[in-house]
């Protein structure tokens, strides 16, 4: 009686002990769904589209979508301009936390370019139009070609 007073229930549950992403961990996972679960890519058909042109690499070979990954495994994704290179720690098959997520794998990727490199590509005025030849062989010469 005293426990409808206190409004809690008979059962104890043990999905808070267990942890975060608690029955998410198998022994292998798909390469896209893992690529989404840590939230490597925004979506999972952004990380199978990732895969399918060819994008993704897992131990230095192509990956299709639906190829396994494990524990040990090196994934290479080229994703929003940068290339990614991760050691999956732990597969997950569901989308779990940004905290959990940066337990599941190692990030040996190297740092995004600065803004003084990105700069360095080359950016026109909006409006200038396309380049012409003479601007196309200065940014040549500029560029060491």
């Known amino acids: 009686m005293a426990d409808h007073a206190t409004g809690k229930g008979a059962s104890t549950g043990t999905s808070a002990a267990a942890g975060?992403?608690?029955?998410?961990?198998?022994?292998s996972a798909r390469v896209d769904a893992w690529i989404w679960s840590v939230r490597l890519t925004k979506t999972r058909s952004i990380a199978?589209?990732?895969?399918?042109?060819?994008?993704v690499k897992v131990n230095g070979e192509r990956a299709k979508p639906a190829q396994s990954v494990k524990a040990g495994d090196e994934v290479?994704?080229?994703?929003?301009g940068r290339e990614r290179i991760?050691?999956?720690k732990r597969p997950v098959?569901?989308?779990?936390?940004?905290?959990?997520?940066?337990e599941c794998f190692v990030d040996n990727s190297p740092p995004p370019p600065t803004a003084v490199?990105?700069?360095?590509?080359?950016?026109?005025?909006r409006g200038t139009g396309r380049p012409t030849k003479r601007d196309r062989r200065e940014l040549n010469t500029?560029?060491?070609r």
């Open 48 to 55: 199978a589209t990732a895969c399918r042109a060819g994008h």
């Open 76 to 80: 290479r994704l080229f994703h929003a």
């Open 117 to 125: 490199e990105a700069a360095a590509v080359g950016i026109r005025d």
């Open 142 to 144: 500029l560029r060491g």
């Open 86 to 88: 991760v050691v999956v």
């Open 20 to 27: 975060p992403g608690a029955g998410t961990e198998t022994g």
């Open 93 to 102: 098959t569901k989308r779990v936390g940004a905290p959990v997520a940066a």
